[in-house]
Nanobody, 114 residues
């Protein structure tokens, strides 16, 4: 059983930066993958980035070069450092974990606007 708690969302101007954090608790086994999805209003939830336990990183094409995912296995925490944010990055960002099943955080709002 994994519980995910997210933080770091907020309002930022285009070109700005934010760092999201997600901490997993009550883990009963190794969390094989942690990452982030996002959902723009009116659109389906989409993959953003993923980090495996061993450190393999994967990014959606839309965020490559702008977002960096990192993971601290000792703290059961995954981060998403976002830079050069664009209005189209606006949405609810959901932390994701896979550990003998799929787990989701509650989501944190990221708004990129003047």
């Amino acid at each position: 059983q994994v519980q995910l708690v997210e933080s770091g969302g907020g309002l930022v101007q285009p070109g700005g930066s934010l760092r999201l954090s997600c901490t997993a608790s009550r883990s009963s086994t190794r969390i094989d993958a942690m990452g982030w999805y996002r959902q723009v209003l009116g659109k389906q939830r989409e993959f953003v980035a993923r980090a495996t336990y061993g450190g393999s990183l994967t990014y959606a094409d839309s965020v490559k070069g702008r977002f960096i995912i990192s993971r601290d296995n000792g703290k059961n925490t995954v981060y998403l450092q976002m830079k050069d944010l664009k209005p189209e990055d606006t949405g609810v960002y959901y932390c994701y974990a896979f550990s003998r099943g799929d787990y989701w955080g509650q989501g944190t709002q990221v708004t990129v606007s003047l």
